[in-house]
Structures are given as C-alpha cells and as structure tokens.
C-alpha cells in the first residue's frame, strides 16, 4: 500500500493498465510533454513513448472522434477532455456515435473507449471551469458515468472502466484531487495522508462498476450523494448531531439502486445532495427512483440540495457551492418535517 492523493491514483491505474496491456493509449490535450493541466498523466509518454500517450489539438469533437475511431481498431483509448465544462463541442460524438455503436451494428462492432475529465466547483474557476454535466450522460443508453469520492475508489474504478468493453465517462471531480474538503474554504487544506482511503495498492485492482458504497453508517436518515459532497456530507451531519447514513453513488450509471433502496427503508428519511444545477439535475432520478421503491416507508419527504439554476458564478461561488452549511440546513429539515 501507499500514500496517494487521487492525481497520483488516477496516474497509477493508467499506469498500471498500460503496463499491462499494450493496446491502451492515453490522448488529450497537453497529456504527453506537460502531463496533464492537473499533472495525472506526468511521467507517461517518457515511459510508453509518444505514440501511445498523445498529445491532441485543442479540439474535443476530434479527440473524441479519434479515440472512437482507435476503440473500433482493436486499441483501448483514455481521452482526456481537460475540464468537463469542455466536454460539449465531443458531446454528438459521445451520444451519436459512442453510445450507438454496439446496438447499430448488433454487437458486432464495439468502442472501448474511456474519456476522464476533472468536473466541478470549489477552485475558483468561474463559470467555464467548475460544471458537473453528468446528468447529461446518464441520460445517454449506452455509456457507463463514474464519479470516484476518494485515491482508493479512483484508482480501482478508473482501471475496471478502462477494461470495460463498453464506454465510460469518468468525472474527477477536481476539488478533492488533492485531500477531501467538507465545504469550508477557509479552513487549511487536508491531505489524503490522514483518510483511510488515501492508502491505495500499488499494483492492479479493481473497484466493481455498478456497486455503491455506504461510507457512514447511521440509522436516522439516509443521505444520497456522491464526489466531493461525500465529505460535505459527512461534515454537515456530524455538525447536526444526527445518526446519518452516508451513500456514496459513485456509479451513476449503472446505478446500485438496491443499496439506496435498503438505507431509505431502514432510516425513513432521505437527503439527495449533488453540485450541479438541482432543476433537472441527476438527483431527480434518484428522487423519483426511491420515492418508488420507498414510499410507504418514508417519514418525511425525500429532499434535494445542489447548485443553483444559474451558470456557476465566480463571485458568489460559495453561496452557489452545497456546503456544509446548506446541507446541515436541508438535513434539519428532513428531520424535522412529517410525512
């Protein structure tokens, strides 16, 4: 085991992969010479060579299409966009083409394809550098969508996805690529070198797509979120004082509905919690999904908190921001209101 932020996880499984497999190649922009904007791809084409770790133009529509185009020549591409905000001009590709191509051609042509992308808010970026699109790509049958909370889960995630033969979309979510964050930005900075879950194996292993994780147990309400609001999460309710249960989605699609169904029957009560946009966002299907499932065991209606109906702000980005404070608020509620 070793001490890994999820940069040096994420570089790991690819490594790894690599090593292991002659056929996976790495592209994006400024992954090969630079490594990488956020430095998850330092190091790999001075060991595999130029010709498999790709410095790409500054064009996502053609680093997609490439990437679809090697999957279907027998290779196992990693295309990276460099922040998903970025993703959209490769997005017809993903849904036109990607999505399509195993049930166009009745399984007999596939794309293993896997494209990585930072996503989210808490860095300051503004309104082009901190979106969360994955409810756009749950959308879409045919792509698997990913978002790891943790080093350990990146890692072993990333590495099952890769070796998937159908294609995935993998959310970094950015603002914990170097420590988790509980939504407080004026508190220190906290490495993965403390959590649990930044002791990562060195060598291959695999994190099961489609499986959740409950991170905190707890008996009183059930809290349904995933990437950075993991921790936000966690903080929010440990200031509450309540006994939550913590669910860590991570495979939004396929999802584990059975492991949110049985937390929800078991606490009565339910927080839904995501960064994006909430009108529309990925939380709704969760919503809908346990109001099904749930419905005569549920004290309280179920909840939602995300991001604000409105293009990611820069000055009010803390007020846009699920923090710990917003979260708390939303639990007490929970908590307080009857069905």
């Not at 010709?51 to 500054?58: F, G, L, M, S, T």
């Not at 756009?136 to 070796?163: C, R, W």
């Not at 346990?290 to 991001?307: D, M, S, T």
Request: hydrophobic residues 40%; glycine residues 10%; aromatic residues 10%.
């Amino acid at each position: 085991m070793a001490q890994m932020n999820m940069i040096e996880a994420i570089r790991s499984a690819m490594d790894v992969v690599m090593d292991k497999d002659p056929n996976v190649v790495v592209l994006g922009e400024d992954v090969g010479y630079f490594g990488g904007v956020f430095r998850c791809t330092d190091g790999l084409q001075r060991k595999y060579g130029d010709h498999r770790v790709i410095d790409a133009p500054i064009a996502e529509g053609g680093i997609v299409g490439a990437a679809i185009g090697m999957g279907l020549n027998g290779l196992r591409p990693v295309a990276e966009i460099q922040f998903a905000d970025y993703i959209y001009p490769g997005f017809d590709q993903v849904v036109s083409e990607l999505a399509r191509i195993r049930y166009r051609s009745c399984g007999e042509f596939w794309s293993p394809v896997t494209i990585r992308t930072p996503c989210g808010g808490g860095i300051r970026g503004g309104q082009t550098h901190s979106q969360s699109p994955e409810a756009i790509f749950t959308h879409v049958s045919g792509i698997q969508t990913l978002m790891p909370s943790n080093p350990y889960d990146a890692k072993g995630m990333l590495i099952a996805a890769i070796e998937s033969d159908d294609p995935v979309v993998f959310f970094e979510p950015k603002r914990i690529y170097n420590g988790p964050f509980d939504g407080d930005p004026d508190k220190p900075a906290v490495s993965w070198a403390s959590h649990p879950k930044g002791e990562v194996p060195e060598g291959y292993y695999t994190v099961p797509i489609g499986k959740a994780e409950i991170v905190r147990p707890g008996t009183e309400i059930s809290i349904v979120t995933y990437g950075t609001l993991v921790h936000v999460a966690t903080a929010a309710a440990e200031s509450v004082g309540v006994d939550a249960e913590i669910i860590d989605v991570r495979s939004l699609s396929p999802l584990d509905a059975e492991t949110l169904v049985e937390s929800v029957k078991k606490t009565g009560r339910c927080l839904i919690a995501h960064e994006a946009t909430r009108f529309g966002g990925y939380g709704a299907e969760l919503s809908a999904t346990l109001q099904r499932e749930c419905f005569y065991y549920l004290e309280a209606p179920i909840r939602r908190v995300g991001g604000w109906d409105t293009p990611y702000p820069h000055a009010f980005e803390w007020q846009y921001f699920p923090g710990k404070k917003r979260l708390a608020a939303g639990i007490r509620k929970v908590m307080e209101t009857q069905a």
